[in-house]
């Protein structure tokens, strides 16, 4: 007895294709640029959350 997300696990390359034949990119290229987009975030998050005090001192320094 299979349920409803395995049948749709079973055929998950032929959904994943069917959407995106309008872009023209197989799934590779976009696996790709979610890697290499969640690296670049993930640099962003490491700048402003684990060195945190030159942001610190921008902050003092902003107009009130």
Known sequence: MESEFDDYAGNYDAALNQGLALS?????????????????????????LLAPVPWR???ALRPR
């Open 24 to 48: 023209g990119e197989p799934k590779e290229y976009f696996a790709r640029e979610r890697v290499r987009w969640s690296a670049s975030f993930g640099l962003l998050l490491f700048a402003l």
């Open 57 to 59: 001192r921008l902050w």
